[in-house]
């Protein structure tokens, strides 16, 4: 869709759009709701690349995302959408954080390497949204314990500062919960990487 709705368009229209799409991927009672919008908002402008509406959003567009709030908001549906309205060059993959762990118990520290790295050719993209950061638990590999997330965040901070990499996060993790999972290293180094667009705390669980 990017493409064809960059020249014109509605936010209204858009999101009418992605409704139609969630309804495809998650059935007929999506909805995306009009309390959500001004996250949406931000989400379709930075994702369309709107300089004018990032700027009003004080968003950078440089940074990846990090879209926070409490379970069951939508923010894992809504960032599988934001893949249709993303250009070529800036499209992502959706991988949870739990999945990662598990890959780290079956085959250790090239794993760290997989995501920390940029891509190796045209058809493996290289930019990452670690869907549910905090959900995955420190693990051992032959006896050695890894936070696996904090050293992929971190390898991927030193390339964010080299080659601009992007990185995109979803979490229900406040601040200070990030900073007590993964370290002030991790926590700074999020500051850098990435924009905080925040569901309201009260945000009802919609599954």
């Not at 992502?92 to 954080?97: A, D, L, Q």
């Not at 999945?99 to 058809?123: A, C, M, P, T, W």
């Not at 919960?177 to 999020?190: F, K, M, P, Q, W």
């Amino acid at each position: 869709m990017n493409e064809n709705i960059k020249s014109h368009y509605s936010y209204t229209e858009v999101i009418n759009w992605l409704e139609q799409k969630g309804v495809e991927l998650y059935g007929n009672h999506f909805k995306i709701l009009e309390t959500d919008y001004p996250i949406v908002y931000k989400l379709i402008a930075y994702f369309l690349k709107e300089e004018q509406a990032c700027y009003q959003f004080n968003i950078d567009l440089e940074k990846g995302i990090l879209l926070t709030g409490p379970i069951g908001c939508g923010k894992t549906s809504l960032m599988n959408l934001m893949k249709y309205l993303t250009a070529t060059e800036h499209k992502f993959i959706v991988k949870p954080s739990r999945d990662i762990s598990f890959e780290f118990i079956q085959e250790g520290y090239e794993v760290i390497h997989r995501y920390s790295k940029g891509k190796l050719n045209q058809s493996e993209p290289r930019t990452y949204c670690f869907d549910d950061l905090g959900t995955e638990n420190n693990l051992k590999y032959f006896g050695n314990e890894c936070n696996v997330m904090a050293e992929i965040l971190l390898s991927r901070y030193d390339l964010f500062i080299s080659k601009k990499l992007q990185t995109h996060i979803t979490t229900n993790l406040s601040a200070t919960e990030i900073e007590t999972h993964y370290g002030n290293r991790v926590r700074s180094r999020l500051r850098q990487m990435v924009n905080l667009i925040a569901y309201d705390k009260a945000t009802p669980d919609k599954r």
